[in-house]
Nanobody, 124 residues
Framework: QVQLVESGGDLVQSGGSLRLSCAASGFNFNVYAIGWFRQAPGKEREGVLC????????YFKDSVKGRFTISRDNAKSTVLLQMTNLTSDDTAVYYC?????????????????WGQGTQVTVSS
């Protein structure tokens, strides 16, 4: 069955870096887009970044431009989210999701499978 498993979340100090991983299995990874979303306590889930099957990435949050990058390794069916210069505003549960294309919304039906999430906590 389709599975997406996030890892790499941790407690980090402000200004620090983390690399999140999304390991996919159970489907033809190469033809799907993979999006990263995050949800902070009391807030809606928001799109952060997405990478298409072609490797082209799309940013959905201006606040992460210049700090976050996304990449994919089709041979390993993995998408990485590299996060640098983290701030307390980046504290959230981070989710990866499979989509037929990139969308910044978690509600429009583009993404049909989600991982369980990984917690990122940035201390100030």
């Amino acid at each position: 069955q389709v599975q997406l498993v996030e890892s790499g979340g941790d407690l980090v100090q402000s200004g620090g870096s983390l690399r999140l991983s999304c390991a996919a299995s159970g489907f033809n990874f190469n033809v799907y887009a993979i999006g990263w979303f995050r949800q902070a306590p009391g807030k809606e889930r928001e799109g952060v970044l997405c990478i298409r099957s072609s490797g082209i990435s799309t940013y959905f949050k201006d606040s992460v431009k210049g700090r976050f990058t996304i990449s994919r390794d089709n041979a390993k069916s993995t998408v990485l989210l590299q996060m640098t210069n983290l701030t307390s505003d980046d504290t959230a549960v981070y989710y990866c999701a499979r989509g037929v294309y990139c969308s910044g919304s978690s509600r429009d039906g583009v993404y049909d499978h989600w991982g369980q999430g990984t917690q990122v906590t940035v201390s100030s």
